[in-house]
């Protein structure tokens, strides 16, 4: 079936004009979970459960709204009430059910959307492949020998195998970027409180939920369904004003390029190859120069990335209790092992440190990027990994080192930014490209992405499988 515009938005007025059933989408959906099982995308499953919704739904004209019938995958990092939230990790394994729904699942379920599980995750959501110790590995459907990224894994390797409408995903250091980018869909992270955020996530200023999707219009439906703001948050902005910032007129005028923020060293020839292929499409597309920045000197005051992993160790540590981490340490998979004793190591003197150079790091983009720029550099600054967290077979390493990433900067400034597919890897693996914007401009990156879409665009599902909308082939 060709798709003119995004998947959500034809499988939810289908279902409105009762074209197809929700029960025929959930049972689709979960008959290629089942099918799928060698990505282990699931850590639950609640097929019985969303089966009976979708026949509520279908029996209710007046149920659901943008999201009427679409099943769904929630990141098991997400309250979902009913539903323990073990968080990939042994140590929760006896967690208790949930008493309330989180923010982002609580408004996809009031869009009418059917959950039919939860996905996988690396423990805590510490890393960039998606593997731990309570459900085993999750595999890329582009190359099943690799990692669909971290830490939203699970949620980008279904989506993209056509296996669910839709599913949640966190980004505290590029959880949404980094399986956009390696699994082929378009991701956004949000300026930090467009999605209001509650309770306090564990890396208190870094976090946030986000939507990605196979398409812009799905990308944008899904951010309309989860933005706004809730009770708590002190970064999260009214309504009002959202509404203000969502009606950005006008294209850039400014165009920045960074291989690298951070001096980690050089790209890989493939990698560095597709960027530049990618930067010059987008220069073209919006007929402006582009001005080119070094990673040197990009920051003088500190280094973010590094910042980055003193804050988020030590505010992770804090969020699951010293106590209790020293407690569980040797049931932790062993990358999140290295994480917390890092955190549990971090100084007060060091953690305030990192925290105040934090306003250099926003007072550089601020200035850098004015009200109508946007900085362009890689999703992933590598060619990806291998599906257990190693960088090739010879490794022991089960970890990533700081220079295959290129998405932490936005998470301690702020800024929105964009993973965009373009092209793809010699492993077979989508290469994202990232645009970065100005606080509050994240629809205008989701304008931007759509151009590039439009001019160049990505398979919506990987090789070997078939976009949800199929099923409408044979309702």
């Known amino acids: ?66 999201l009427r019938g679409i099943p769904v995958l929630i990141k098991d990092l997400e309250d979902l009430r009913g539903y323990p939230t073990r968080k990939g990790s042994l140590a929760l394994r006896d967690a208790p059910p949930a008493t309330t729904n989180g923010v982002v699942p609580d408004r996809l379920l009031n869009a009418g959307a059917i959950v039919v599980g939860k996905s996988t995750l690396p423990e805590f959501a510490i890393e960039g492949f998606t593997a731990n110790l309570l459900s085993g590995v999750t595999r890329n459907p582009w190359n099943l020998e690799y990692s669909p990224g971290g830490s939203s894994g699970g949620s980008a390797a279904a989506v993209v195998a056509g296996l669910v409408g839709a599913a949640t995903a966190t980004d505290g250091g590029g959880s949404i970027r980094i399986p956009a980018s390696l699994c082929g869909l378009v991701g956004l992270k949000p300026t930090n409180g467009v999605i209001g955020r509650w309770p ?38 009214p309504n009002a004003l959202m509404n203000q910032w969502a009606r ?76 209790w981490v020293n407690e569980h340490m040797g049931e932790f998979h062993v990358s999140t092992q290295e994480f917390l004793s890092t955190g549990l190591g971090v100084s007060i003197d060091e953690y305030l440190g990192a925290r105040r150079r934090r306003y250099d790091y926003v007072r550089r983009m601020d200035e850098l990027l004015g009200e109508n720029g946007l900085l362009l550099t890689p999703s992933v600054a590598s060619e990806g990994w291998l599906a257990d967290g190693r960088m090739d077979e010879d490794s022991e390493v089960h970890g990533l080192a700081p220079e295959v990433y290129s998405t932490a900067m936005q998470n301690v400034t702020g800024n929105p930014a964009i993973s965009i597919p373009f092209g793809h890897l010699p492993s077979g693996l989508p290469f994202g490209l990232q645009v970065t914007a100005a606080h509050y401009h994240d629809y205008r990156l989701i304008d931007i992405a759509a151009l590039v879409e439009a001019a160049h665009p990505w398979a919506r599902t990987a090789p070997g499988y078939e976009g949800l909308e199929t099923v409408l082939d044979v309702a």
């Open 1 to 66: 079936m060709s798709v003119p515009f995004g998947t959500l938005t034809l499988l939810s007025k289908a279902i409105r004009d009762r074209r197809c059933s929700a029960a025929t989408l959930v049972n689709a959906s979960i008959e290629r979970l089942e099918r799928a099982s060698v990505l282990n995308v699931t850590a639950d499953t609640f097929f019985e459960v969303a089966l009976r919704e979708a026949k509520r739904i279908d029996q209710d004209a007046s149920s659901g709204g943008a």
């Open 200 to 237: 306090a996530p564990d890396w208190i200023d870094y976090s946030t939920d986000g939507p990605f999707a196979t398409s812009c219009d799905d990308l944008r439906l899904l951010l309309d369904v989860m933005r706004g703001p809730v009770a708590g948050d002190p970064t999260s902005p």
């Open 248 to 323: 950005h007129e006008g294209r850039p005028v400014r165009l920045f390029a960074a291989e690298r923020t951070s001096p980690f060293g050089p790209l890989s020839e493939p990698v560095t190859r597709l960027f530049h292929d990618a930067v010059e499409a987008v220069s073209n597309l919006l007929g402006v120069r582009v001005s080119w920045r070094d990673a040197k000197g990009f920051f003088v005051d500190g280094d973010p990335d590094l910042d980055w992993f003193t804050v988020a160790t030590a505010e992770h540590v804090a969020s699951l209790g010293r106590a």
